[in-house]
């Protein structure tokens, strides 16, 4: 009877301790939404985070008692966390089919346009007009899942969206998947000029989550869902929104990049 004391005791200790452990968050390069200044790319050492997303999620972190710690990591390998956990907690994941069975989507926290993007001279009209020409989307994307699933057969996947922007501006692809926004950061960072990209198909609304593992207690979950909802009902998410969606970008010579854009693929 002591030993099964024992273990029931121990066990209830680390269920206790599970819950005190705080949700850990984590992100990646994906301006406008969550950046750091400097990235990863330009510097050793990558200055703070930025961001609508990071500005939005840090606010709910203060209001339900986190202390907002972001940590920055490449795109896949916070996305594998997140699946994985225990308690990850992933910001601006855009929520999808692929997707869906391996997060908890806790607070949707923006809304952005997913558009097909074209060189001069390339119809975009619609996603099958680019089907056998280069196209540029964010490795581990949404975009990427998309294209590949209706057999895309030029696929250009890079780490960061300013490749893709340098690859648009260089003409090596033709076509970019990606969210509106993050198509106009990434021409400005890399001093690419909008007004000759063309803007054809929205191919759908991506729909910018706070995910979690799925592991997150539902009633964890409940608590930043309240605190999301009375962001709303006062107005600070609007505020940020406003204040952050576009930023000012301070362009980055190619000489500066510690990081390199991929082979084509």
Not at 78 to 88: M, N, S, Y
């Amino acid at each position: 009877m002591g030993t099964l004391l024992r273990g029931l005791l121990l066990g209830l200790f680390a269920c206790v301790g599970a819950q005190a452990q705080e949700l850990r968050l984590v992100a990646a390069e994906l301006p406008p939404y969550t950046y750091q200044t400097p990235s990863a790319s330009v510097s050793e050492q990558p200055g703070p985070g930025h961001g609508v997303i990071h500005d939005l999620v840090r606010e709910l972190a203060r209001r339900v008692g986190h202390s907002g710690r972001i940590e920055y990591m490449p795109w896949y390998v916070a996305q594998e966390l997140a699946r994985k956990g225990p308690r990850v907690g992933i910001l601006a994941l855009t929520r999808s089919p692929e997707r869906e069975p391996h997060y908890n989507w806790m607070v949707e926290v923006l809304q952005d346009d997913l558009v097909l993007v074209g060189s001069p001279g390339v119809d975009v009209s619609d996603l099958a007009r680019v089907k056998d020409r280069p196209v540029g989307v964010l490795a581990s994307s949404g975009a990427e899942a998309l294209v590949r699933s209706q057999g895309f057969t030029k696929v250009s996947p890079q780490r960061e969206e300013w490749m893709n922007a340098k690859r648009m501006k260089d003409r090596s692809i033709d076509a970019w998947v990606a969210p509106r926004a993050m198509v106009t950061h990434a021409m400005r960072e890399v001093r690419g000029n909008l007004d000759v990209l063309q803007f054809g198909q929205v191919i759908r609304v991506s729909r910018l989550y706070l995910a979690t593992s799925p592991d997150l207690p539902p009633a964890e979950s409940g608590r930043w869902q309240a605190a999301w909802a009375a962001m709303q009902a006062d107005g600070t998410a609007a505020a940020i929104v406003r204040k952050q969606m576009h930023p000012r970008v301070d362009p980055v010579d190619d000489q500066k990049r510690r990081t390199r854009e991929e082979p084509f693929n």
